[in-house]
Structure formats: structure tokens, C-alpha cells
């Protein structure tokens, strides 16, 4: 089924809101920035905490600069959905995000393989649909 999210087209990147639900099905809400230039979908390691995942955060982490986050671990997330899309058992990467940037998490590549996407500046909308043959839940 196709769904259309919107965005601020004038915004500097197109921001969208992605809910996961841990472990003991609690669901949470983050801000996410749509990346066409991320392999995967990553999460900032303080998001996952608050979340009520278990990760080892590292305090030696170090962002490069010029960067916004710095990955090092990997997280399966029981059940999140992007674009009013369910996707279960997703792998992501657990990172270091900027402070700064004030965003939680980053849609990578893996959501544009499993979803036809059209990305309308115009009218401020993203329009996703499952692609035939790709497992989303």
C-alpha cells in the first residue's frame, strides 16, 4: 500500500519522524533524517538507551570531523515504522550522533531497497510503497 509523509521542503534535510518499539513493546518516537548516502539505517547510542535497548554504549568514541556521527555497533530493532511502513527486525548501526544536530536517527539505503520512493520537494511529500517480493514485516 502506498503512503504519503510529509516534510519542510525549505528545511536544509527532510526530517521525519520513525517510532520503534523495544523489546517489551513499549514504542517511542524519534526524529530521523532521511539519507540517501547512508548504506543502513543508524541510531544514535543515547536514542537506543532511552529506548530501553541494551547496548554497551563506549565513551572513547570519537566523531571525525566534518562528521555527524560515528559508527560502532550493530542493534536489531524488533519492529520500527518509517513512512507509515511496519518493518520488523531491522539490523542498524549504533553510532555516536553530534549533539549539536539534534536528531536521533538517520534512514539509510536498506528502507529505499525494500520501498519505492519518490521524494516530491514540491509538495513536500515522500510517497512510499512496499516493493513486491521484499519482505517488510
Request: net charge negative; aromatic share 12%.
Amino acid at each position: 500500500m502506498q503512503n504519503i509523509t510529509t516534510f519542510e521542503p525549505d528545511a536544509r534535510y527532510i526530517v521525519l519522524p520513525i517510532f520503534v518499539w523495544n523489546d517489551q513493546g513499549k514504542q517511542h518516537k524519534f526524529k530521523a533524517i532521511l539519507d540517501t548516502g547512508a548504506p543502513r539505517t543508524e541510531f544514535s547510542d543515547e536514542a537506543l538507551h532511552y529506548a530501553g535497548f541494551e547496548i554497551k554504549q563506549k565513551e572513547d568514541v570519537k566523531i571525525i570531523e566534518g562528521l555527524q556521527t560515528s559508527k560502532y555497533a550493530d542493534i536489531v530493532i524488533p519492529k520500527l515504522e518509517i513512512c507509515s511502513h511496519l518493518i520488523r527486525e531491522l539490523d542498524v548501526y549504533v553510532s555516536r550522533f553530534e549533539k549539536s544536530w539534534g536528531i536521533d536517527a538517520l534512514i539509510g539505503l536498506d528502507f529505499f531497497r525494500r520501498f519505492r520512493t519518490t521524494i516530491d520537494y514540491e509538495k513536500g511529500g515522500i510517497i512510499a510503497e512496499p516493493i513486491v517480493g521484499h519482505d517488510i514485516s
